[in-house]
């Protein structure tokens, strides 16, 4: 069983909490596109990973089963939600979710690992490709903003 998923996601992990610690109130209400700011998308980073962490647990309890859904439906249903929250508790649900899906992937059984490698979905076990591209984006955003 490859089990680089665990690495790759403490190291994004890290990454996520870094940076959550070094924002200010202000750098989280920057704009991240048109509509997003750097806390709608550490919101929308907590939500997938809250998503995954249920799934986990019902497959875990149930059997894996594919769970299809439109993200860009649910993305922009829960926009509204997530600029209503306020900046900084966004950002600490954020590294929460991470830490809570990292620790129930690292804890997973080898069989249930290999059996959600079937599903063709990298993204169920590596949290961290999802979680690299946003971060990727805010650095971004900072680096643009600040000269970093």
Do not use: C, Y
């Not at 019902?58 to 993200?71: H, R």
């Amino acid at each position: 069983m490859d089990n680089s998923f665990v690495m790759e996601n403490a190291r994004e992990l890290q990454r996520l909490r870094t940076l959550v610690e070094g924002l200010s109130d202000d750098e989280l209400r920057l704009p991240l596109g048109t509509d997003w700011t750097v806390s709608v998308a550490l919101a929308h980073l907590a939500f997938w990973d809250g998503r995954a962490l249920v799934l986990l647990r019902k497959w875990k309890a149930k059997g894996i089963e594919l769970s299809p859904i439109d993200v860009d439906v649910t993305n922009d249903s829960l926009l509204s939600t997530w600029l209503a929250l306020d900046p900084r508790v966004a950002a600490n649900l954020a590294v929460k979710a991470a830490e809570v899906i990292d620790g129930e992937l690292a804890d997973s059984s080898p069989d249930f690992i290999a059996r959600l490698e079937k599903l063709g979905e990298p993204s169920r076990l590596f949290r961290s490709i999802h979680r690299k591209m946003h971060l990727d984006q805010i650095e971004e955003v900072l680096g643009n903003r600040t000269g970093r």
